[in-house]
């Protein structure tokens, strides 16, 4: 079982994104079958069948073991990964894309389908991932946003001319800032 498994295709997108077929895909996190399924979620198992196959059709589940129960052979399936990450490109633009101004929500929404789009094509079953996360929080009062963008940048591009040779492993380094919101506590 894969961790993520990247959706670009609409079709998958249409199988997964109804209520009983997320709910059969929970049920699927270990190896079940149908009918399994069907008694926790109080359901006829031809109905469950029927979501496993579009699932199992779309690339979702996987059937990873067969059994004789009375002469009938039935299905063990499994969910084909732990998450499931709907690109973004899915829906794809609505209206036409504007000038790329660094400080725009609409900026940082490309920055994070794109960044989606390079996690999600990572070679998850190689022995070692080197990858960097850092987070934190800054306060900066609207008045100076644009000088921090450009200390931002220049604290960065020291970086790239430290780091930018020709030697080692290539890395993409992206950051994001964003409104944190009001917290409930």
Same mark, same amino acid.
């Given at each position: ?13 249409e ?14 996190a ?34 990873v ?5 009375r ?29 790329r ?15 989606? /789009? ?7 079953? /190689? ?14 009062? /609207? ?43």
């Open positions: 079982m894969k961790d993520v498994l990247y959706l670009e295709q609409i079709e998958q997108a199988v997964l994104l109804k209520p009983q077929r997320v709910e059969i895909l929970r049920q699927l270990e190896p079940r079958t149908c009918t399994a399924v069907a008694a926790r979620l109080e359901q006829t198992p031809q109905r469950v069948y029927y979501h496993v196959k579009q699932l199992v059709a779309a690339g979702l589940v996987e059937q073991d067969q059994r004789k129960v002469g009938i052979t039935e299905g063990i399936y499994q969910a084909a990964a732990r998450s499931y990450w709907l690109s973004p490109r899915l829906v794809g633009r609505i209206g036409l894309r504007r000038a101004d660094e400080l725009s929500l609409g900026y940082l929404l490309d920055l994070m389908e794109e960044v989606q /789009a390079d996690v999600a094509a990572l070679d998850r079953t /190689a022995p070692e991932l080197p990858s960097i996360g850092v987070a934190g929080e800054i306060r900066v009062p /609207a008045e100076r946003r644009q000088e921090f963008l450009h200390d931002l940048q220049s604290a960065l591009q020291d970086l790239f001319s430290r780091y930018g040779g020709a030697e080692g492993d290539a890395f993409k380094l992206a950051v994001a800032c964003y409104p944190k919101g009001t917290d409930n506590d």
